[in-house]
Every structure is written in structure tokens, then in C-alpha cells.
């Protein structure tokens, strides 16, 4: 036993209390006794409380062992007593142990005290487990009656072979039934539930009884008209030959949860299509200046302050471009609606990539950028557009918070089967109670005194880095000591398996809009986007019409015989698919390039045109690297006519 026996021993002979304190040390037992012999000491020993078991004399002066048991048994009923005496016939012992005596021994046999002693001790174990279970039961019990109605929750219990449906009166509660209206079916419950829910419900169940568990949500119509969801969970109950033979279970009233689900998919839906006409809103009105700059850009004198506008232009546009793109790419990630293009690639083109996209805005403020690559190559299996993203909006961020002529350094290094990138600046820092948030949407970092920094963006940038890290099974970490001791991040990869990358040699894009030789069609109801466009069209040797509704450039493709027809999609009236449509309609306009060029670029509104017969799915304002290298693949033979 883990712990001393405290025993209170009622004697008043020495030498038979020698004898019997003898025996118990030769046991295993670890006892520890109270020895007293009289009626005052016996009681005040009894209500210290600690006594563990009581042995007592049965012949003794003044009180006997029936009156020491009767004192026991009304001040610690549940003490085990043990009678030791020197003779005790039938009557007597039948009388002892009917009194409440745990047991008896002869003192001519003390061989017996001991294994009478654990016996007694081992059932009043026993004893109190039980009681305890009991009390705990009772406890659970109410704390179960107490959370079912919190959680509006009832039981039920349905017999497989007779279809009868037990149920708690909280069951009763959440469908809206008094006991007395209960029919107690299976088929009773079902002529509730609601009709959209009853074959699903009945398929489920039927697979569930080979399985031996059932988990369903769906509706129920209570009598009063009310529609109501509900949870309900069961596990089948088998009889002891393996057959089964009822389902005990729970059903929850989950209408909250649902409404709340329903409300989270209306705000997402509301906020993803609320993104997407921001785009083209922002979209349509940038075409034309996109197009108006690069067209003053070539039509200007080439003095050294006109090139420094157009490249402060260029770079400012080209940034507003970037904020319409994270709006939209932050919302499909979140939505698992981009699905990475991931292929071995060398860290180092990677981050040189992400360097010259993030050059213009370093240099702009004059910060010093230092690169400290391995000499190794290092290989991670990745979507590089993607990646070069997520590198290119830390460089951004160290660059936009970090004061005029500041330093930015970007290293990388290889680390037990990662590879560690990190990104360090001199800039404003981070608050320590920012750390953990600053890669929550539209989070960004406020100084001291609860003002948000100024800076540009919208607080996505870094949103974007942790989505696109974690995509590729990485991640990222902010470190800062603080507010104007500069900001590190550090993201972490897995190498590749295979530490090498197959180079396929591909023709370099010219930059701008050269030599181009095609009878092109622009469509787009907004006049300032299409005419710019066909100006910048014409400046590259094209013959470029425009046409400011589908029906115009129906009439107009029937004369102009264009090679390409460069189409808006979201015009009123005839939409730019139906017009694709009608022109694939026609045997002589099957070999004409179909280019969308469009405010709306989600992978959906791609796949849409591809359907309506476009060849070319281009967002708005495009970029013309983009557009030249679209012509540039145009096979000579099949889309290209020259103009004569």
C-alpha cells in the first residue's frame, strides 16, 4: 500500500495487544496503531477522522464490542470493524456481524487478522470507487441536462428491426412536440423533415447501418411552420451475438451555425464580386493612359527630363496595376482559386527577378540594395511567377518603410533541407505586438502613438507573401527589435529532391510594339481605351479600325476582313462573348485571331472566353511586351496576312 493503515485498536488486555500488534508488523501491511482500552479515549480517537479500520475486543470492563460498533457505526458508518476475541459462539457471531461487524477473528487464530484486514480494507475501496462513480455519474448527469438545453440538444434511441424512436423531452423540445403528441416512430420523425432532405437522409442512414455510425445534417418542419436545421449523431449499439440491434445518439439544433455559414458565403460572394468590378472599373480607365503615355514616350523629344516624366509615369502606372492585381489575387488565394505552376527553379533566378521588379521603387528612394547569394545553386520546386511575387513584395515593403537613402539587404542560404531567404532594412521597425499581425489583410503597422505610417499600399503586400509561402508548403517570419531599428523576414523553403533545372532556350521579347504587319479590329465600348489603343496598333505598322459595340464590329469584320480583332468583354447590349460567338459562326472568320482584352481577369472569366472561341484571354491595361510577343507567335501560314 502506498500509504500507512491508520488503525484504532480497542484493548484492554496488554498481552493480547502485544500479540496482535506483533502480527500485523510481520505483514506486509504498513499500519500505524492507536492503542486504547477505554470508552472516552476510544471515542475522542474515533473523532480525529483519520481512522482507516477499527479493531476491537469483544469482552471488556466497561463497554463491550456491540457498544463500541454501535459507536463506530454512528459516527463513520463506512469504518470496516473487525472483532477480535478469544471465544464467540454462532449466536453471538451471527449477532455481531448482522449489527454491522465487517468480520471476526478468534484471537487463537491471528493467522486470519491479517487477510481480514486487506479484505476489509480492499472492499471499502471498492466501496468508495463506487460512490465516487456514483457521485460523478450524478454530476454529469445534471451537467448533461444543463449543456442540452444550453445547446439546445436532445437524445434519441432507435430500434433497428421495429423502427421505434425513444426520445428525451428536450428532443421533444427542439422539433416542438408535447410527449403526448409523440407517436414514437422512425416514420413519425421523418414526415418531418423537410422534403429536400428526405431521400439524402434515407441514403445516409442505410449506409450507415453496415457501418455501425451515423452523422447527418438537414431540416426539419415543425408542426407551427418553422424550418429548422439540425445535427444528429449515433452509434449503433450491438447485442452480444454481433447483431445489431439500436442506435443511440444525439441530435443539436444548428440553425445559428448555418445562418451564420450562409451569411460568411454571401459576404465572400459580395466581396469577391465587389473585388472583381473594382478591377474593371480601375481597369478600363488605365487602358487609355497606359496606352496615351507610351505613345507621348515615343512621339516626345528624348531629353533627359522628358525620359525621367515618362519613366516616373511609367513606374507610378505600372504601381497602380500592381495594387488592382493583389486586390484580386489575395481574394482567389484565400478562395484556394490559384493553383501554382510549380517546376524546379534556381533560387537565384528567383530572386534576380524579384530584384528588377522591385529596382524602380529601391531606386526611386535611393536606398543601397546588397545580395549575398551562396555560390552553390539552390533548387526549390516552385511556381517562380509566384515566388518571385511574394520576394518582390518584401523588397517593396523594405523599400516603401524605410527612410530616404536607407539600406536593404537580401541574402539566402541553405539550412538542413531549406533553403532561408531573408530580407533586412534599416527602415521604421516593427512594434513587438505587431509582429504576429502584420501579415493579416489590410493590417498595417502603426507607430507609437496608434497612427497608421504612411506609405503606399493597402496593407495586402505582406498578406500576399504569406499566402504564397505557405502555397509552397513554406514560411514566413517577422523579426524587429522595435520601432526604428529596421524589419527582417525570413522565409523558409524545402530544397527540391532533385537539385538541378533543365534550361529550355527561348526567344527574347522585344520591348514595345515593333514591326507589326496585321489588319487588327479594336472593339470596346470605351471610345478612349479602344482609340488609344488602335493609335499604338498604327505607330507599329498595323491597320488598326475601331468598333464601339458588337454589332459595329460584326458589320465591320464583313468588310475589313481583319486578321485580328481585339475584343472587349464586358460591353452592354452584345456582350464580347456572344460577339466571339457570332464570329465563329462563320466559315470565313474561322481563321481570324480572337484576342479578350478585359477589366476582368479571374481564372473564371479566362476560362469563359476560351469556351466562347477566344484564342487569347489578355487583362486590361495589357502590357505590351505582352501584346507583341501575342503577334509575334501568330503562325505566318495561318493568321497572317500582310498588308499590301
Known amino acids: 500500500m502506498s500509504a500507512a493503515v491508520h488503525i484504532l485498536h480497542l484493548e484492554d488486555d496488554p498481552a493480547d495487544a502485544r500479540l496482535i500488534h506483533e502480527q500485523l508488523k510481520r505483514s506486509v501491511l504498513d499500519v500505524a496503531v492507536t492503542l486504547t482500552g477505554t470508552p472516552e479515549a476510544f471515542e475522542a480517537a474515533l473523532a480525529q477522522g483519520n481512522i482507516d479500520l477499527v479493531l476491537s475486543d469483544y469482552h471488556m470492563p466497561r463497554f463491550n464490542g456491540l457498544e463500541a460498533l454501535e459507536m463506530v457505526r454512528s459516527r463513520a458508518p463506512r469504518i470496516p470493524f473487525i472483532l477480535v476475541t478469544g471465544a464467540l459462539g454462532d449466536e453471538r457471531a451471527v449477532e455481531v456481524l448482522r449489527s454491522g461487524a465487517t468480520d471476526f477473528v478468534l484471537k487463537d487464530r491471528l493467522a486470519r487478522l491479517v487477510p481480514a484486514i486487506q479484505r476489509a480494507l480492499s472492499d471499502r475501496a471498492v466501496q468508495r470507487r463506487h460512490e465516487e462513480a456514483q457521485a460523478q455519474l450524478a454530476a454529469a448527469q445534471q451537467l448533461s441536462k444543463l449543456a442540452a438545453a444550453a445547446g439546445r440538444m436532445g437524445t434519441w434511441q432507435l430500434d433497428v428491426d421495429s423502427g421505434a424512436l425513444e426520445c428525451s423531452e428536450e428532443f421533444l423540445t427542439l422539433i416542438g412536440l408535447q410527449r403526448a403528441e409523440w407517436a414514437g416512430t422512425a416514420s413519425a420523425f421523418e414526415a418531418m423533415v423537410h422534403p429536400e432532405d428526405v431521400e439524402r ?18 431540416r426539419i418542419r415543425k408542426p407551427d411552420g418553422e424550418v429548422r436545421w439540425m445535427h444528429s449523431r449515433g452509434d449503433c449499439w450491438h447485442r452480444q451475438d454481433g447483431a445489431k440491434t439500436a442506435f443511440l445518439g444525439v441530435m443539436m439544433d444548428i440553425t445559428a451555425r448555418k445562418q451564420m455559414e450562409e451569411a460568411v458565403r454571401d459576404a465572400s460572394r459580395r466581396k469577391d464580386q465587389f473585388l472583381a468590378m473594382l478591377a474593371h472599373e480601375l481597369r478600363n480607365p488605365l487602358a487609355p493612359i497606359y496606352h496615351g503615355l507610351y505613345l507621348l514616350r515615343r512621339s516626345s523629344a528624348p531629353t533627359p527630363d522628358a525620359e525621367r516624366i515618362h519613366s516616373m509615369l511609367d513606374r507610378q502606372m505600372k504601381h497602380i496595376i500592381r495594387l ?8 482567389r488565394i484565400t478562395l484556394g482559386k490559384i493553383e501554382l505552376k510549380r517546376a524546379p527553379v534556381e533560387l537565384a533566378t528567383v530572386v ?23 555560390p552553390e545553386s539552390l533548387v526549390v520546386d516552385a511556381d517562380a511567377v509566384r515566388l518571385t511575387q511574394a520576394l518582390s513584395n518584401l523588397l517593396n515593403n523594405a523599400a516603401k518603410y524605410t527612410e530616404e537613402g536607407g539600406q536593404i539587404w537580401v541574402a539566402a542560404q541553405a539550412r538542413g533541407g531549406q533553403v532561408e531567404i531573408t530580407v533586412r532594412d534599416t527602415g521604421t521597425g516593427i512594434p513587438k505586438e505587431m509582429l504576429d499581425r502584420v501579415f493579416d489583410l489590410f493590417i498595417q503597422v502603426q507607430d507609437e502613438s496608434g497612427h497608421t505610417r504612411p506609405g503606399p499600399g493597402l496593407g495586402i503586400g505582406l498578406t500576399m507573401v504569406r499566402l504564397l509561402v505557405n502555397m509552397h508548403g513554406g514560411q514566413v517570419e517577422a523579426r524587429s527589435e522595435g520601432a526604428g531599428k529596421g524589419s527582417e523576414f525570413v522565409v523558409r523553403l524545402p530544397l527540391a529532391k532533385v537539385q538541378y533545372v533543365t534550361h529550355s532556350t527561348t526567344a527574347t521579347q522585344s520591348s514595345g510594339m515593333d514591326s507589326l504587319g496585321y489588319r487588327i479590329l479594336v472593339v470596346d465600348d470605351n471610345r478612349d481605351s479602344a482609340d488609344s489603343l488602335a493609335m499604338l496598333l498604327r505607330t507599329s505598322g498595323a491597320v488598326a479600325h475601331t468598333a464601339y459595340d458588337g454589332a459595329s464590329a460584326l458589320e465591320a469584320i464583313s468588310y475589313q476582313r481583319p486578321d485580328v480583332v481585339v475584343l472587349d468583354l464586358g460591353m452592354p447590349g452584345m456582350d464580347g462573348y456572344s460577339v466571339a460567338e457570332q464570329i465563329r459562326r462563320r466559315p470565313d472568320n474561322e481563321r481570324v485571331t480572337l484576342i479578350a482584352l478585359s477589366g476582368w481577369g479571374q481564372e473564371q472569366d479566362r476560362l469563359r472566353s476560351l469556351a466562347a472561341g477566344f484564342d487569347h484571354h489578355l487583362t486590361k491595361p495589357v502590357d505590351l511586351n505582352a501584346l507583341q510577343g501575342l503577334f509575334s507567335s501568330l503562325s505566318r501560314n495561318e493568321h497572317r496576312r500582310r498588308v499590301v
Open 324 to 331: 488592382v492585381d493583389d486586390l484580386l489575387d489575395a481574394s
Open 352 to 374: 534576380e527577378s524579384a530584384v528588377e521588379m522591385s529596382r524602380p521603387l529601391i531606386e526611386g528612394a535611393r536606398h543601397r540594395l546588397e545580395v549575398s547569394l551562396p
Open 201 to 218: 437522409c434515407r441514403t445516409m442512414y442505410a449506409d450507415a447501418i453496415p457501418q455501425g455510425f451515423v452523422e447527418l445534417e438537414f
